[in-house]
Structures are given as C-alpha cells and as structure tokens.
C-alpha cells in the first residue's frame, strides 16, 4: 500500500475502521497507527480509558498527607495518602473545580490540598473544604476533586481514567498479590528512577519491549546476563537444547512450587490483562549484576538466592523484573502520537544498607533501555518516510504480532460497537521449554 504522505489529511473513524479491515495479520501496522495524530485522539478517548496502569509505589506516599503528581497517559493526577491504612490511596485529576488550575505543582505533604490560584481546599478524600465563598445556588459536595479509578496492589498503585469504562481489577489483585509480595515489593523503598522520553508511538515502544529479537544486535549488555535469549532471540536447535537443560538444572534446586509459579491473562477490552512467571538468569549468576553477584540485601523474605526473575505484567503498558535483591518497574506512558515516557523505578528491601551501589543496581536496565531509546526513535523515524510498508513479524516476535491484532479487534469494536467473533490468544512457544506446564506459561517480554 502507498504510505499517506506527511501533509495527508487525518483519517476519520470510517476510515480507521477501513484500515483495521485491510490489516494483514502476521504483519506490523499500517503507517497511520504509528504517526496520525487523529488515531492517538481516538485511542485517547476510547482505547486508554479502558486500561489500568502502574503510577506509583506505596513508599512514595509513606504517611498520611502525603502527595506526588504523576502522569496518567497524557493527563496529570495527583496521589494522595489520605489515611493510616495499608490501601488508604486515592489519586485525583490535577485540577481545581473552581475554575480549572492546575492544583498542585510539585510533590509535598499538607493536611489540605489548596489551589494556588484562588485558595480553594480539599480534603484528602477529595471533598471541598473552604466553602465560604460558595454560591448559595451551588451545592458545594457537588465540587469535591474529580477522583480517579485506584488499586493498591501489594505495595503498587495502579490508576484508570474512567470508572465506567475500566474493567474490574480486582482478578489482577487475586492472582499476582502473592506474587510480589514473595519479591518484597510490598516492603521496598525507592533506590533510584530515571526517565526516558521517546521520541516514538507508544505501540512502537511497547512491541519492542515484547519482543527479544533485537536483543543480539542491539543489546550486548542484556545478551551476556540473560540466559533465556538461546530461545527468545535466536532460533538455534542446539541453543535451543541448551536452554531446555538448564532449565531443567534450575527445576531440580528449586523445586516444583516455585518452578510452575505463574498466571495469565491476556486480557480484553471488559477484562484487565496480567501475567507472573519464572525463569532462571543465567548458570551461574544470583542477581541481573553486570558481575551476577548480589547488589543488595535479600528481597521477600527469602533465605537464599535461587538465581531467578520474575517477571510481572500490569496491564498493557505495566511490567516487573524481579531479581532476588532488587526490582525493576516500568511505566510506558504515552503523551502524543510520537512521544512517550518510559520510566524506569528501582526498588529494594525498605531496611537495605542506605551506601548501597545505585549504579550497580541500575546497570542492565538502565544500558538496555537507553540502547532501547536509540532503536525505538530510529524506528519512528523510519515509520515515517513515505517508503515505509508493513514488514512480516517473525517466529520471534509472537508477541507483537499477537498485541496488533488484539489491540486492532479492540479498536474496531470501540469504534462500530461490534463485538468481534472471536481474537486469536497469544501461545508461548513450546520448543526449548522444560515441560507441559512450563510451556503454557506465559513469555512476558523480556522481563519475564
């Protein structure tokens, strides 16, 4: 298909659905989905709403009174510790209901939040407190702050834009809270977090993160540290084998129990998607270090390293890489057609040494999604020249392959009301998998 030129007018909603039509599966988008700001703004108004997505750790809000101000997909919320509770944590739109300011700037801690403009207050739990200067014909409960939808799930705060629009996030709760708090995250405290804007289409960020086929070429680092990619980044049968016996080698030390940990859920548009699963790094190696030693204390209440990840799936823009000593959370945040944030937090066990290596902590990561930035930019970039065309995904890139389709079926029913018959379910690949159960699990990026 001739690629729409850079001046070309944006498409309407029949002509989305036309482009959703026409799509070929087992190949990328069309060259809109990745540049038109038209589809962004229907993604914006239909697609987001129905996602939950990771905003914040507990420990950022320790006590009560206690505020940040973070992004939501392209909007600004605050999240706020109103309570002494465990799960008292209510986030709120970033504005007044006075006029429409922007209420808080920066981080803090008040017993009130207090619009810098005209002195408005609120509670904590979102109510208006001043009142004096309310209109005797307006109600003044009916001005408390526009609150937004809130999970607490072991230590995690996730958020959604629409409480009607949002499916139910408790099954994610049920299935992974033991999950991450067996990797201390509901105990953790922040070792470091570092942002990287991309200069891309959020889809364009997340089918990278969904696939290890580029990790040979472009990521050295991870390549060395991570064992799995003899089967996620290369196809090799003797490879291949390999994998399978250290798998089995690491399922002999650790057992059964811990060896078939895992959930899946690949989500839709009425159920929120979510995933937990299991690898060894690497022979040799306790932790994701550049040297494979430990780099922090034990996380979890663990007795003893037992060389694996975990890996976490929150959503479709959320994840978790859990070594024994640290923990890695990423937040993909889109804000236009061509820019998103990708943040990157670092956790360890809330009583670590306080001189621990940052440096050492953040390392594989940190190198992986800066070489990540760089692939990703010069893919927009490419995706944006008139040549373009959508290219084949390969066996290595099922999961990508599988989130276009899942996220086209998605789209076409958010536009036209109608429900598709049925949408393909991601499989992992059996070869190079340890058993029966192993193999059903499900391959969560590279963090899994």
């Not at 914006?44 to 709403?49: I, K, M, S, V």
Request: charged share 25%; glycine share 6%.
């Amino acid at each position: 298909m001739q690629a729409p030129a850079p001046n070309s007018q944006p498409i309407d909603k029949n002509q989305l659905v036309g482009l959703i039509d026409r799509h070929r599966p087992g190949w990328s988008l069309e060259q809109p989905f990745y540049a038109d700001p038209a589809i962004f703004a229907i993604e914006r108004d239909l697609w987001f709403p129905r996602q939950w997505s990771l905003v914040a750790h507990a420990s950022e809000v320790p006590e009560k009174g206690r505020y940040i101000v973070r992004q939501l997909f392209d909007e600004e919320i605050i999240v706020v510790r109103f309570g002494d509770g465990e799960e008292d944590i209510a986030a709120y739109y970033n504005v007044c209901t006075h006029r429409g300011s922007r209420l808080c700037v920066k981080d803090g801690r008040s017993n009130l939040l207090v619009c810098p403009y005209h002195a408005w207050s609120f509670r904590l739990t979102g109510e208006l407190q001043s009142r004096q200067d309310i209109p005797e014909t307006v109600d003044p409960e009916a001005l408390g702050l526009h609150r937004v939808p809130t999970k607490y799930v072991a230590g995690l705060v996730l958020c959604a834009l629409d409480e009607a629009k949002v499916p139910d996030v408790q099954p994610v709760a049920d299935a992974l809270t033991s999950g991450l708090r067996e990797n201390g995250i509901d105990r953790a405290r922040i070792a470091a977090r570092k942002s990287y804007p991309t200069r891309a289409n959020w889809k364009l960020v997340l089918e990278n993160f969904l696939e290890c086929y580029h990790c040979r070429p472009a990521h050295p680092e991870y390549f060395r540290v991570n064992a799995h990619v003899k089967v996620t980044a290369v196809r090799d049968e003797d490879k291949a084998a390999q994998w399978q016996e250290e798998l089995e080698a690491w399922h002999s030390v650790i057992g059964d129990a811990e060896f078939a940990k895992g959930a899946w859920e690949p989500g839709g548009l009425d159920t929120a998607p979510f995933g937990m699963h299991r690898k060894p790094i690497g022979p040799g190696r306790k932790t994701l270090s550049d040297s494979g030693q430990p780099v922090s204390c034990l996380m979890g209440g663990r007795p003893a390293y037992d060389g694996g990840e975990t890996g976490f799936r929150l959503g479709r823009l959320s994840f978790a890489s859990c070594a024994n000593d640290y923990v890695t959370l990423f937040q993909m945040i889109p804000r236009s057609a061509s820019e998103t944030d990708v943040i990157l937090t670092w956790l360890v066990d809330k009583d670590a040494d306080s001189y621990i290596h940052v440096d050492a902590i953040t390392w594989m990561w940190d190198v992986t999604t800066v070489q990540d930035k760089k692939i990703t930019e010069d893919n927009a970039d490419g995706v944006a020249s008139r040549a373009y065309r959508p290219g084949p995904y390969t066996a290595l890139e099922s999961q990508p392959s599988f989130f276009v389709q899942a996220y086209l079926a998605e789209m076409r029913e958010l536009v036209t009301g109608e429900r598709p018959a049925s949408v393909s379910q991601w499989q992992r690949p059996s070869k190079g998998y340890a058993t029966e159960l192993a193999a059903k699990l499900p391959q969560l990026s590279k963090t899994a």
